[in-house]
T-cell receptor, first 115, second 112 residues
Framework: GAGVSQTPSNKVTEKGKYVELRCDPI?????LYWYRQSLGQGPEFLIY????????DSGLPNDRFFAVRPEGSVSTLKIQRTERGDSAVYLC?????????????FGPGTRLTVL | GEDVEQSLFLSVREGDSSVINCTYT??????LYWYKQEPGAGLQLLTY?????DMKQDQRLTVLLNKKDKHLSLRIADTQTGDSAIYFC????????????FGAGTTVTVRA
């Protein structure tokens, strides 16, 4: 595809359940980022991948959150034992390289609602 | 993020200029960005400025940076209804620091 795609676009789950959110970056982009955007706020950094490895996961709020990128392309953000406070829009972005100034291209996001 | 602050709302008449302001706290910020977010769409990078610059112009957009006061502004000339959106200021902190820190966003409403 031409841009970053994310699936599903909306996910409603119950408290305590497990969810997976998928990101397909732009082909050839080595850097991939996950951000979380709560209502009325700007996006907050969660985790960054360079290739297959998580180069920086300092933004993950706790150990219920985990992300993988096994083949250096598609990434999955996994949330265990979801809580109502996890409700937010989860944004994925990719860029050709990791350097500052290298544009991050954002997907449309997955809106997660935890009931 | 608390490191980047923006006013929350701006209303402007079609055809007028819009000015969106942003302040940041970290003097080591290297790049400063303006993103646009429309309903149902992803964040779109509008422009960015390197910290050793004080102005950048791109068609209807003018970015001004006052590094001493840690103040960034985005001016949109001849504002159109299609400019109605949320505008986010963001910073990255180092020459190899990829993480973006965003403000809470300014909702711009263009009225006829």
């Amino acid at each position: 595809g031409a841009g970053v795609s994310q699936t599903p676009s909306n996910k409603v789950t119950e408290k305590g359940k497990y969810v997976e959110l998928r990101c397909d970056p732009i082909s050839g982009h080595t850097a991939l980022y996950w951000y979380r955007q709560s209502l009325g706020q700007g996006p907050e950094f969660l985790i960054y991948f360079q290739g297959t490895g998580a180069a920086d996961d300092s933004g993950l709020p706790n150990d219920r959150f985990f992300a993988v990128r096994p083949e250096g392309s598609v990434s999955t953000l996994k949330i265990q034992r979801t809580e109502r406070g996890d409700s937010a829009v989860y944004l994925c972005a990719s860029s050709p390289s990791r350097a500052s100034g290298s544009e991050q291209f954002f997907g449309p996001g997955t809106r997660l609602t935890v009931l | 993020g608390e490191d980047v602050e923006q006013s929350l709302f701006l209303s402007v008449r079609e055809g007028d200029s819009s000015v969106i302001n942003c302040t940041y706290t970290d003097s080591s910020s290297t790049y400063l960005y303006w993103y646009k977010q429309e309903p149902g769409a992803g964040l779109q990078l509008l422009t960015y400025i390197f910290s050793n610059m004080d102005m950048k112009q791109d068609q209807r957009l003018t970015v001004l940076l006052n590094k001493k006061d840690k103040h960034l502004s985005l001016r949109i000339a001849d504002t159109q209804t299609g400019d109605s959106a949320i505008y986010f200021c963001a910073e990255s902190k180092g020459s190899n620091d990829y993480k973006l820190s965003f403000g809470a966003g300014t909702t711009v409403t263009v009225r006829a």
